[in-house]
């Protein structure tokens, strides 16, 4: 079963790009950088929401916590969310819900909402302009 995996979601980032390799960055360990930004701002929230349905700890322990960056030819993405061969198969149903149980609204969110993806988004192009603006001695 594949993993969650989030990349670069945010708009301009071509021009980012083009900018800085222009000023001679690596953007290859800034693309790193933003994505394990983006790993390590949405963790702390899975594990925070995840408290109120500890059980047996197994879901939480399926968190993905190693944010660790894969590349496929050009493009970078990052695990994030639950691992469901790992123990996070009923992060499924707890995200989702079942007949007998309402889903978890804020669980999923945490993941999926588009207040986290626009957070997501506004995260990694602050990466890179910080990045752009270090190169141009600012």
Known sequence: MKKN??????????????????????????TERALQDT???MTPKLHNDMKRHHRTGQTEKS?????????????????????????????I?????????????????DIYGSKTRKEIARLQEKVFASEIRRRMGG
């Open 5 to 30: 995996r989030i990349g670069l979601q945010f708009k301009g980032f071509d021009e980012y790009a083009e900018k800085l390799e222009r000023l001679g960055g690596d953007l290859k360990a800034v």
């Open 39 to 41: 790993h390590s701002f």
């Open 63 to 91: 968190i993905d916590d190693h944010a660790k960056v894969e590349w496929q030819g050009m493009e970078a993405s990052i695990g994030v969310g639950f691992s469901i061969r790992n123990g996070g198969l009923p992060s």
């Open 93 to 109: 149903f707890l995200m989702y819900g079942t007949p007998r149980m309402p889903k978890d609204t804020k669980l999923y969110n």
